[in-house]
């Protein structure tokens, strides 16, 4: 089971308290993740990614293993230790302004 960590508001829409467990099968990619967030939560369709383009919002950053995983091809494996679900995938809404 892989383990994800979604922002607050991006709880309150899937309506989960804390982290989520997902199957995503034997290849382990941020693609097949987000695949797999949207299936079981309809409602998230369209906040981590462009509906139409399927590229990653701007405000939506996702890390793992104290890696930044942003700008990785959506296809690449996810670290091994998220894989088997030692650590969590972290979602979290970038911020702007200063």
């Given at each position: 089971?892989?383990?994800?960590?979604?922002?607050?508001?991006?709880?309150?829409?899937?309506?989960?308290?804390?982290?989520?467990?997902?199957?995503?099968?034997?290849?382990?990619?941020?693609?097949?993740?987000?695949?797999?967030?949207?299936?079981?939560?309809?409602?998230?369709?369209?906040?981590?990614?462009?509906?139409?383009?399927?590229?990653?919002?701007?405000f939506v950053r996702f890390?793992?293993?104290?890696?930044?995983?942003?700008?990785?091809?959506?296809?690449?494996?996810?670290?091994?230790?998220?894989?088997?679900?030692?650590?969590?995938?972290?979602?979290?809404?970038?911020?702007?302004?200063?």
């Open positions: 089971m892989i383990r994800v960590v979604l922002p607050a508001h991006l709880k309150t829409l899937a309506k989960v308290g804390g982290e989520v467990e997902l199957d995503v099968g034997p290849e382990v990619t941020l693609r097949r993740v987000i695949d797999a967030l949207e299936e079981l939560y309809p409602a998230l369709r369209g906040t981590i990614r462009d509906r139409a383009t399927g590229r990653r919002r701007s890390y793992a293993c104290e890696e930044d995983l942003s700008n990785d091809s959506p296809d690449a494996p996810l670290p091994e230790p998220v894989a088997r679900g030692a650590q969590p995938l972290l979602v979290v809404g970038a911020m702007a302004g200063g």
